[in-house]
Every structure is written in C-alpha cells, then in structure tokens.
C-alpha cells in the first residue's frame, strides 16, 4: 500500500510503498505518538524510515494497492 507521511517544518511529504497492513500500521503510529518514540516503516524494499512521532504531521495510507499505469514491469 502506499504510504503519505506529513512532518512538521518540510515542506514535502514523504511518500513510499509498503507490505504492512492497514491495521499494524494504525496501531504503530498510535503507539509511537502515545509514547513519543520513533515511528519504523519498513519499506517494500526491504529498508526502514525512522521519523520521531513528536514530527509526524499526518499519516494517509490506502487499504488496498492502487492500479499503476505506465510502462513498468506488473
């Protein structure tokens, strides 16, 4: 799914792709804002992004993968 994540004071958002759920990543930006951690996505890549919680602005996901238009590899 794909993932937007707002952080305060850049003026881009973040945007990557991921295999985890809906549900799971619903719990995990809770819990880390709750406690004031890191919020860890793994990325469909197999890499990580750390961003602290206290600078995440907002998190938009969809719960299902978008139809891809273009020329790449399906």
Aim: hydrophobic share 40%; glycine share 12%; no cysteine.
């Amino acid at each position: 799914m794909e993932v937007k994540i707002g952080i305060q004071s850049i003026p881009r958002e973040l945007v990557l792709e991921t295999n985890v759920s809906a549900e799971e990543m619903e719990r995990s930006v809770a819990h880390a804002v709750e406690s004031g951690g890191l919020f860890v996505l793994p990325d469909d890549k197999g890499g990580k992004v750390l961003i602290p919680a206290d600078k995440i602005g907002y998190v938009e996901f969809t719960g299902t993968e978008q139809r891809r238009i273009g020329f790449g590899s399906l």
